[in-house]
T-cell receptor, first 114, second 117 residues
């Protein structure tokens, strides 16, 4: 079985500060990992994905994430937060059997203070 | 990029009526679509997997007779909430898998907010 745990349901940073959103996964097979962002009353938008190529993955809007197998982690970072980054962020792992099914973490709300 | 469209974005209905939500892949063929339900301040709960031309696969605890899913073509899946009750009020999101892309990558609709009075 696969699962994802996001540490911290709410993260608050100042504008211009480092953003770090934590995600740990559990998987019995090599995982595919994803970060999605959701703005209020909207669907999800893919930020970035890891699919067994480079362990450091760069995404849109200046975000990146590093796959660390030894730590079973896939933390999301951005060097400098912008007000427009305030949103809900979801880490997800692809289900086994290449079904396309995604298993989501609980989500982390990012607040950016001016 | 791949676009998935949901309609309606908001719907209000009376208790006991049925509501249909459409999910369309606009520029790609989606043999598989997924329906999620999202409660306020909560993550997405997978309800069912919709496969074109076959019956949907429901997750444990999801009533298939209440949440009817039809995937009649490669670009359209529908979710019908039958005999809706206030507890069915929620944000419903569909997603579609583009066969031409990597495994697991899904494209999401804008979501449909259902309010049952």
């Amino acid at each position: 079985a696969q699962s994802v745990t996001q540490l911290g349901s709410h993260v608050s940073v100042s504008e211009g500060a480092l953003v770090l959103l934590r995600c740990n996964y559990s998987s019995s097979v090599p995982p595919y990992l994803f970060w999605y962002v959701q703005y209020p009353n909207q669907g999800l938008q893919l930020l970035l994905k890891y699919t067994s190529a480079a362990t450091l993955v760069k995404g849109i809007n200046g975000f990146e994430a590093e796959f660390k197998k030894s730590e079973t982690s896939f933390h999301l970072t951005k060097p400098s937060a912008h007000m427009s980054d305030a949103a809900e962020y979801f880490c997800a792992v692809s289900g086994s059997g290449n079904t396309g099914k995604l298993i989501f973490g609980q989500g982390t709300t990012l607040q950016v203070k001016p | 990029g791949a676009v998935v469209s949901q309609h309606p974005s908001r719907v209000i209905c009376k208790s006991g009526t049925s509501v249909k939500i459409e999910c369309r892949s606009l520029d790609f063929q989606a043999t598989t679509m997924f329906w999620y339900r999202q409660f306020p301040k909560k993550s997405l709960m997978l309800m069912a997997t919709s496969n074109e031309g076959s019956k949907a696969t429901y997750e444990q605890g999801v009533e298939k007779d209440k949440f009817l899913i039809n995937h009649a073509s490669l670009t359209l899946s529908t979710l019908t909430v039958t005999s809706a009750h206030p507890e069915d009020s929620s944000f419903y999101i569909c997603s579609a898998r583009d066969r031409g892309r990597g495994p697991g990558e899904l494209f999401f609709g804008e979501g449909s907010r259902l309010t049952v009075l």
